[in-house]
T-cell receptor, first 114, second 113 residues
Framework: AQKITQTQPGMFVQEKEAVTLDCTYDTSDPSYGLFWYKQPSSGEMIFLIYQGSYDQQNATEGRYSLNFQKARKSANLVISASQLGDSAMYFCAMTASGNTPLVFGKGTRLSVIA | KAGVTQTPRYLIKTRGQQVTLSCSPISGHRSVSWYQQTPGQGLQFLFEYFSETQRNKGNFPGRFSGRQFSNSRSEMNVSTLELGDSALYLC????????????FGQGTRLTVV
């Protein structure tokens, strides 16, 4: 079974600053995928970034990067140059079967302050 | 390309009633998954359908059921509603390519009174 742990229920960051959202995972499968999703108040889950267990390099997508430390089983999301529109819930998720089912963490609520 | 569409967006039902939620996936996606999101339990996987067959199932009682049609549209049904079924129900579609992201709809917010 897979498990995702997000230990930060809430975070505050100043606009234009960088912020790191923590995620640790647990699985006995050698192949797995890690995802980060953003959920604004509207409810829709928006895909941000993906990291495969065999990927040698950390994933990056625009202002989002994933700090993948396999030995520590962590997959932290780094958001650079925070914007007010980044205020939302952020979920880390994983799958060991290719696509679904996704196992989600409890999420971190990020608030960006002007 | 149209995204994942869920209808209705909001529902209010009474305990004991049943409800049907609908999900239209992204064109070409044959996998549809359903998740329940509550403040207490977070996001929990309900089931996944692929080509009209249930491929994966989460740990929910038999009151929760689903189906998928030949056009990949999916419905989930909850019978004999309980107060604890109040939640945001999210549908996600994904392509057949493994290790790719799932795309989510905006969800159906169900309130049971």
């Amino acid at each position: 079974a897979q498990k995702i742990t997000q230990t930060q229920p809430g975070m505050f960051v100043q606009e234009k600053e960088a912020v790191t959202l923590d995620c640790t995972y647990d699985t006995s499968d050698p192949s797995y995928g890690l995802f980060w999703y953003k959920q604004p108040s509207s409810g829709e889950m928006i895909f941000l970034i993906y990291q495969g267990s065999y990927d040698q390099q950390n994933a990056t997508e625009g202002r989002y990067s994933l700090n993948f430390q396999k030995a520590r089983k962590s997959a932290n999301l780094v958001i650079s140059a925070s914007q007010l529109g980044d205020s939302a819930m952020y979920f880390c998720a994983m799958t060991a079967s290719g696509n679904t089912p996704l196992v989600f963490g409890k999420g971190t609520r990020l608030s960006v302050i002007a | 390309k149209a995204g994942v569409t869920q209808t209705p967006r909001y529902l209010i039902k009474t305990r004991g009633q049943q409800v049907t939620l609908s999900c239209s996936p992204i064109s070409g996606h044959r996998s549809v998954s359903w998740y329940q999101q509550t403040p207490g339990q977070g996001l929990q996987f309900l089931f996944e359908y692929f080509s009209e067959t249930q491929r994966n199932k989460g740990n929910f009682p038999g009151r929760f059921s689903g189906r998928q049609f030949s056009n990949s549209r999916s419905e989930m049904n909850v019978s004999t509603l309980e107060l604890g079924d109040s939640a945001l129900y999210l549908c996600a579609s994904s392509s057949e390519a493994p290790w790719t992201e799932a795309f989510f709809g905006q969800g159906t917010r169900l309130t049971v009174v």
